[in-house]
């Protein structure tokens, strides 16, 4: 019940714990979390095993009214399969004293199954998977896409959540229709890339000849 001793001037209930942030650029940063969670190199650079994957991001219609075992089958036909050995091999023993605060046991983030109201039985089914987190399309959050502040969390949708996605965030033609007054960020830069620009025709004709002496 009691271990060693107690810490100096320790932390307070009534501590301020959280940052406020605006409501929109909480938007934005899921927003820019569901693109990453798109791109493969930042899902393979953020750990995840997804060489068997067919496509990123992946999309499953087959995921409503199975049971566990029927979503562990599904989710290792279509490549998932090392993510969760991966997932299983990295449970350990916590680090220091945080061990006695009934969190004895770490382990690695797998897939982030994102569904939709018609797959909402999907909850109970992969609740006891280790390494998988549920959530419903209408409330993803950015501790969910981005673990620890790295991005490229692998997502597996289901198709009526893939569907909501631009009735949640909208488009770049049109705004959403479940958040009042938001927009997807518009790109400063429609090309990047900083050499062609500066080599273009319409640059270059513009420019000064260049000085000899």
Same mark, same amino acid.
Request: net charge positive; with cysteine; glycine share 8%.
């Given at each position: 019940?009691?271990?060693?001793?107690?810490?100096?001037?320790?932390?307070?209930?009534?501590?301020?714990?959280?940052?406020?942030?605006?409501?929109?650029?909480?938007?934005?940063?899921?927003?820019?979390?569901?693109?990453?969670?798109?791109?493969?190199?930042?899902?393979?650079?953020? =750990?995840?095993?997804?060489?068997?994957?067919?496509?990123?991001?992946?999309?499953?219609?087959?995921?409503?009214?199975?049971?566990?075992? =029927?979503?562990?089958?599904?989710?290792?036909?279509?490549?998932?399969?090392?993510?969760?050995?991966?997932?299983?091999?990295?449970?350990?023993?916590?680090?220091?004293?945080?061990?006695?605060?009934?969190?004895?046991?770490?382990?690695?983030?797998?897939?982030?199954?994102?569904?939709?109201?018609?797959?909402?039985?999907?909850?109970?089914?992969?609740?006891?998977?280790?390494?998988?987190?549920?959530?419903?399309?209408?409330?993803?959050?950015?501790?969910?896409?981005?673990? =620890? =502040?790295?991005?490229?969390?692998?997502?597996?949708?289901?198709?009526?959540?893939?569907?909501?996605?631009?009735?949640?965030?909208?488009?770049?033609?049109?705004?959403?229709?479940?958040?009042?007054?938001?927009?997807?960020?518009?790109?400063?830069?429609?090309?990047?890339?900083?050499?062609?620009?500066?080599?273009?025709?319409?640059?270059?004709?513009?420019?000064?000849?260049?000085?000899?002496?």
């Amino acid at each position: 019940m009691c271990r060693k001793a107690r810490m100096f001037a320790p932390l307070k209930i009534w501590r301020k714990w959280h940052a406020k942030a605006n409501v929109t650029q909480r938007r934005h940063a899921v927003a820019s979390a569901l693109a990453a969670s798109a791109c493969a190199p930042l899902v393979m650079a953020r =750990g995840h095993r997804v060489d068997g994957v067919p496509e990123l991001p992946l999309v499953l219609d087959q995921l409503n009214g199975q049971n566990t075992k =029927g979503l562990l089958a599904t989710l290792n036909r279509f490549g998932c399969g090392d993510d969760l050995a991966k997932v299983r091999r990295s449970k350990q023993t916590r680090q220091g004293t945080g061990k006695y605060r009934n969190s004895r046991y770490v382990m690695r983030k797998g897939p982030l199954i994102i569904y939709g109201d018609a797959s909402a039985n999907l909850r109970q089914a992969g609740r006891n998977l280790p390494g998988i987190d549920l959530c419903h399309v209408s409330r993803l959050n950015i501790l969910q896409l981005a673990p =620890g =502040g790295h991005l490229g969390r692998f997502c597996v949708f289901t198709e009526d959540a893939f569907r909501a996605l631009n009735n949640q965030y909208g488009t770049n033609k049109a705004e959403c229709t479940e958040r009042t007054g938001y927009h997807l960020n518009r790109h400063v830069m429609n090309c990047a890339d900083l050499a062609r620009i500066i080599n273009s025709d319409q640059v270059q004709a513009k420019l000064r000849e260049q000085r000899t002496s």
